[in-house]
């Protein structure tokens, strides 16, 4: 992970090496398509049923552009005229495609119809929540809606239309992937489109954009966080799973790489270091970048938060090198611009969140790890309670930053529940007390404020938390002082018996 010059819109492709995306059959994971037998790639699935045109059908565009735009009116009685229109219009079929074409208008020159895209994803949005898949207006328009939606997903601006198609894509996916299993082209169409992406091929050669194409592939993870079959005592990882991870997260190791590199290059140059200024390329580019990897890190904690794919055990050992180096440097970079630096902190964060996961469901995977992973999450924690310790009133403590700091000491609780992983900790103890947990526990000068504002919602925030988790852990809050006082807790108790689990 040393310094690397470049630019990302040189091209992944060239600096990964080439990568093969789809070595497995998608029908044998995904099951035969319902509505349609024939398997077509991205383009091709677009092109052989004349894209969304074709789906519009008799659907009057243009008066459609002009119904959305009256729900942006200030007038009530305008909005819920044009909203029963449109409740009307959603039972004709070419309903969807007609959305698709207002939502592709997105990029156009036209600021009247750019203006209809964000209305129009928020009526695709509901109709694909209130209707699929079974009270679609025609069950043939299923398999076009769903593979124009991840087409227009990987190509849209960036912002509320991404965000609107993404979750009306986890819906498509929840039912006809992970329910169904009935959409097999699924996995060529969104390897080829990672293939064909800006930063793969070129910005100026590709529509399709990599943040976007990660975005479609962060949604299709996100059904397997949770187990399928909780009630199952060992669940092995689903095979569609095991598939997108063959197919999609091992070719992408190679661009985590590259984005980690950048993010730490980045933070070094900020921090002063000259080889590392050299060696950036583009700083203006790196607050997008750092959400790249902000992406891809959650794919990879997506997939690890449940189940260990198979095929995802021979190159974890690479994945956690790159995290483990993030965590490293991680007291180190700065957020001063909210910005800028939002991206690289939720990045961090996602880090944390990632091997807090895999220490409680896949341990003897990561114990090679753990020494490092705990030397690291303790430094960050100290140095993020004694920033806080320090900052004023007029400058709190950011969220990420917070969040960051309990994520440490949960981490660190995660580990002591065992006899071996206190044994672990247990010669640190007392450098861990005086550099992280005492600070965290201090009150600062954004308490007082805290305090004054609301005493019950202050304390409720900052005593020990009440709960049948061992570590105290809860993923609703986020409080440094909550977490370093479980912590705490938890070592006692671990001590006075002996350190046995």
């Not at 070719?251 to 985590?256: K, S």
Request: glycine share 6%.
């Amino acid at each position: 992970l040393g310094p690397t010059k470049g630019s990302s819109s040189e091209g992944f492709a060239s600096r990964i090496g080439a990568r093969r995306y789809m070595e497995i059959d998608p029908v044998h994971h995904f099951g035969a398509d319902l509505t349609n037998q024939t398997q077509q790639h991205f383009q091709a699935a677009s092109d052989a049923k004349g894209g969304t045109d074709a789906m519009a059908g008799p659907m009057d565009v243009a008066r459609l552009a002009a119904l959305l735009h009256e729900t942006t009116a200030a007038d009530a009685s305008r909005i819920a005229a044009a909203e029963r229109e449109l409740s009307a219009a959603a039972d004709h079929a070419g309903y969807s495609g007609a959305l698709l074409q207002c939502i592709g208008a997105a990029n156009a020159p036209d600021a009247h119809a750019a203006a209809v895209a964000i209305p129009a994803a928020a009526a695709l949005h509901n109709f694909v929540r209130n209707r699929w898949p079974n009270r679609l207006p025609s069950q043939q328009e299923r398999e076009s809606t769903r593979m124009a939606i991840l087409q227009a997903l990987v190509v849209a601006p960036q912002g509320p239309i991404v965000k609107l198609l993404a979750e009306s894509f986890r819906i498509i996916v929840t039912e006809d992937v992970t329910r169904a299993k009935c959409w097999p082209d699924l996995l060529p169409a969104l390897c080829q489109a990672m293939q064909e992406s800006n930063l793969m091929v070129g910005k100026e050669q590709s529509p399709v954009k990599t943040a976007n194409a990660l975005v479609a592939v962060h949604t299709l993870l996100k059904p397997y966080k949770y187990f399928q079959n909780p009630g199952s005592e060992k669940e092995a990882a689903p095979p569609e799973l095991e598939a997108i991870v063959k197919a999609l997260l091992e070719p992408l190791l190679g661009m985590l790489g590259i984005l980690a590199t950048g993010t730490l290059t980045a933070a070094a140059a900020e921090n002063g270091d000259p080889t590392a200024a050299a060696a950036q390329h583009n700083a203006a580019n790196q607050p997008g970048n750092d959400a790249l990897l902000h992406t891809l890190l959650k794919c990879f904690h997506h997939t690890v938060a449940a189940y260990m794919p198979a095929a995802m055990v021979p190159s974890l050992q690479r994945w956690l090198e790159v995290l483990t180096k993030i965590l490293e440097q991680a007291p180190t970079f700065r957020f001063e611009d909210e910005r800028v630096h939002a991206p690289r902190g939720k990045a961090v964060k996602r880090v944390i969140q990632a091997m807090q996961s895999l220490v409680t469901r896949h341990r003897r995977h990561v114990d090679k790890f753990l020494p490092a992973v705990c030397t690291h999450a303790a430094a960050l924690a100290s140095a993020l309670a004694s920033r806080r310790l320090s900052s004023g009133a007029d400058s709190p403590t950011p969220a990420v930053q917070s969040r960051q700091c309990a994520l440490c000491f949960d981490l660190l609780a995660r580990v002591s529940e065992t006899a071996p992983g206190y044994k672990l900790l247990a010669p640190n103890f007392g450098r861990l007390l005086e550099s992280a947990v005492y600070p965290a526990l201090c009150a600062g000068a954004e308490d007082e404020a805290d305090w004054e504002e609301d005493e019950e919602e202050y304390l409720r925030r900052n005593l020990p938390a009440d709960s049948d988790d061992p570590t105290g852990f809860n993923e609703e809050l986020y409080a440094p002082r909550q977490s370093a006082a479980n912590l705490l807790g938890l070592l006692a108790e671990r001590g006075s018996a002996g350190g046995s689990a």
